[in-house]
């Protein structure tokens, strides 16, 4: 069975800064996607940034990118030049890819607030 | 587009009564997933649908609670009698395909089911 794990259960950090999340995750799996989304307040969840096991290179979306080390099981987030739009709860979250069935599994969620 | 709609947003029952939650997925979206997060704990799959088919039911928790995807539409979880511990909140989501990674999941507000 695969878990998710992150051991941050509330963060904060002030405007314009630069904040990690952290992410661990097991699995006997080869081959994964491995996500980070995002709920602000009393809105629905959204996709922040998603990357596939296989792919060495770690992805970017503007201000967020993550730090990928699967021999470590890691997969951290960094948001760059924080803005108070970043406050949300952040979930990881992990699926084999296996098609046709794909379900993820969430770690617990980070709060994050964004301090003006 | 509509995203996904969940209702109610809130619900309060006793226990032993019956409730019954809506999701009306972003329309042409054949995967209708199911989630359901108990405060403070990770975000749990409960079941997916490919179209009206049930296509993994294996998050179910047990037998009380009854998901339904008639027509290939909007589906709706029952939760027949309720207890304390299925207080938490529900998450519709719905994507175009299977692959979660080539079609990222479209999440509703959630549904706050409350059991007293």
Redesign the interface.
């Known amino acids: 069975a695969q878990t998710v794990t992150q051991s941050q259960p509330e963060m904060s950090v002030q405007e314009a800064e630069t904040v990690t999340l952290s992410c661990t995750y097991d699995t006997s799996e080869s081959n994964y996607y491995l996500f980070w989304y995002k709920q602000p307040p009393s809105r629905q969840m959204i996709l922040v940034i998603r990357q596939e096991a296989y792919k060495q290179q770690n992805a970017t979306e503007n201000r967020f990118s993550v730090n990928f080390q699967k021999a470590a099981k890691s997969f951290s987030l960094k948001i760059s030049d924080s803005q108070l739009g970043d406050t949300a709860m952040y979930f990881c979250a992990f699926t084999p890819s296996n098609f046709g069935n794909e379900k993820l599994t969430f770690g617990t969620g980070t709060r994050l607030t964004i301090i003006p | 587009e509509a995203?996904?709609t969940q209702f109610p947003s809130h619900s309060v029952i006793e226990k032993g009564q019956t409730v019954t939650l809506r999701c009306d997925p972003i329309s042409g979206h054949d995967n209708l997933?199911w989630?359901r997060r108990v405060m403070?704990?990770?975000?749990?799959?409960l079941l997916?649908f490919v179209k009206e088919s049930k296509?993994?039911e294996s998050?179910m928790p047990n037998n009380r609670f009854l998901a339904e995807r008639t027509g290939g539409t909007y589906s709706t979880l029952k939760v027949q009698p309720a207890e304390l511990e299925d207080s938490g909140v529900y998450?519709c989501a719905s994507s175009q395909e299977?692959?979660?990674?080539n079609s990222?999941?479209?999440?509703?507000?959630g549904t706050r089911l409350t059991v007293t």
């Open positions: 995203g996904v997933y989630y403070g704990k990770e975000i749990k799959f997916h296509q993994d998050g998450f299977s692959s979660s990674y990222p999941l479209h999440f509703g507000n």
